[in-house]
Each structure stands twice: as structure tokens, then as C-alpha cells.
């Protein structure tokens, strides 16, 4: 699996989630430890939590692309704060 940590969160700065750009769409391209390939469409909630993006195999590779996005009140940005997995690959 891999967790995403959507858009700017700063504990101590709520405000700068929606100030900045958040994903709402992406597309996950993965490669597989045996070679198998994948595309997965992931849509996003605005609001903060972790998004786990499951997959049944581990991974080898991962390419994400974002496809669409919420707009900042105040920036024109995208904002990612944390990326992880449960399991270990290349990125």
C-alpha cells in the first residue's frame, strides 16, 4: 500500500490546506516484482487524511501523475506533504 498525505498540512497553520492546491485525481502507473504492469485512477476527498492506495502485489516501480486538481484560496501550487508504504521499493 502506499499513504498519501494530501496537500500543505501544518498543525500548527490549518488555513494553508486550503490555501494551497490539493490533488483530486492521479493516476498510479506500478510495475510489479514479476514484471506485471498496472494503471490505477485514484480520486481524492478534499479534507485531511491519509489516502491508501492498496495494491495485491509488491511493487517494483510507481509513477504518479496528477490529473486534476483543487485550487489554492491563495497559492498556485500542489501540495504533497507525505508519501510512505508499508513495504520497501525504488522510487
Known amino acids: ?8 498540512v501544518a498543525p500548527s497553520h490549518p488555513e494553508l ?5 490539493r490533488i483530486k485525481k ?9 514484471g506485471r504492469e498496472d494503471t490505477v485512477h485514484v480520486d481524492f ?10 495494491f495485491n ?4 516501480h510507481v509513477k504518479i501523475t496528477i490529473e486534476e486538481v483543487y485550487s489554492g484560496k491563495k497559492y498556485k501550487d500542489t501540495c504533497i506533504s ?3 508504504t508499508d513495504c520497501s521499493f525504488e522510487l
Open 57 to 60: 502485489k509488491r511493487l517494483k
Open 1 to 8: 500500500a502506499l499513504y498519501i498525505l494530501n496537500g500543505y
Open 45 to 54: 476527498m478534499d479534507f485531511v487524511y491519509y489516502k491508501e492506495v492498496m
Open 17 to 21: 490546506f486550503k490555501n494551497n492546491g
Open 82 to 84: 507525505q508519501i510512505f
Open 26 to 34: 492521479a493516476k498510479f502507473e506500478v510495475i510489479f516484482e514479476d
